[in-house]
T-cell receptor, first 115, second 115 residues
Framework: GAGVSQSPSNKVTEKGKDVELRCDPI?????LYWYRQRLGQGLEFLIY????????KSGLPSDRFSAERTGESVSTLTIQRTQQEDSAVYLC?????????????FGPGTRLTVL | AQSVTQLGSHVSVSEGALVLLRCNYS??????LFWYVQYPNQGLQLLLK??????LVKGINGFEAEFKKSETSFHLTKPSAHMSDAAEYFC?????????????FGTGTQLKVEL
């Protein structure tokens, strides 16, 4: 079946512009995660959605970052007034549930470059 | 708080040789541990996971890892490397703090396989 998809695959933007990244999780997966992978670093957790519960935003680095999810479907990550340090690969993952044993399936990522 | 440390950002082995990728963890609770692999231009794929059952965990593509509490380690091994194993490998630990399964990743190890 279809895996996690993300769009766009690449995004180049100018400093100060807003960007919106999209994630389509695997159908039926109730949990959705966003991570960021900066060059030479491991993945950093950003935000987590589980069903209709309030999202866990504890990993968002600043108030310029926000994310939404409609029910158990598509999620968008928005970065306002982008800065050069926002350049990274943004990865989305989904899992059937939010148990510690539920495997997270990752999308291919969106590579964001802020000039 | 949980964390993982991957020793060696780059590892090079000959085809047919043993692969050993090191991961040490720090966790205030019994950890759940994961190894993911990232092939070029692809998303992360789960290789294997430890969830407090057997300490020797077998994964896909002939990889396995052993959980050693006394050494706080979860090293990844494969008896005989193939060229197709060339990729980046990430060790991760589950947050297990409240809702969700937030993963904390190491900085990754790039595996090169030479003829």
């Amino acid at each position: 079946g279809a895996g996690v998809s993300q769009s766009p695959s690449n995004k180049v933007t100018e400093k100060g512009k807003d960007v919106e990244l999209r994630c389509d999780p695997i159908s039926g997966h109730t949990a959705l995660y966003w991570y960021r992978q900066r060059l030479g670093q491991g993945l950093e957790f950003l935000i987590y959605f589980q069903g209709n519960s309030a999202p866990d935003k504890s990993g968002l680095p600043s108030d310029r970052f926000s994310a939404e999810r409609t029910g158990e479907s598509v999620s968008t990550l928005t970065i306002q007034r982008t800065q050069q340090e926002d350049s990274a690969v943004y990865l989305c993952a989904s899992s059937l549930g939010s148990s510690y044993t539920d495997t997270q399936y990752f999308g291919p990522g969106t590579r964001l470059t802020v000039l | 708080a949980q964390s993982v440390t991957q020793l060696g950002s780059h590892v090079s082995v000959s085809e047919g040789a043993l692969v050993l990728l090191r991961c040490n963890y720090s966790s205030s609770v019994p950890p759940y541990l994961f190894w993911y692999v990232q092939y070029p231009n692809q998303g992360l794929q789960l290789l294997l996971k430890y969830t407090s059952a057997a300490t020797l965990v077998k994964g896909i593509n002939g990889f396995e890892a052993e959980f050693k509490k006394s050494e706080t380690s979860f090293h990844l091994t494969k008896p005989s490397a193939h060229m197709s194993d060339a990729a980046e490998y990430f060790c991760a630990v589950s947050g297990r703090t409240g809702g969700g399964n937030k993963l904390t990743f190491g900085t990754g190890t790039q595996l090169k396989v030479e003829l």
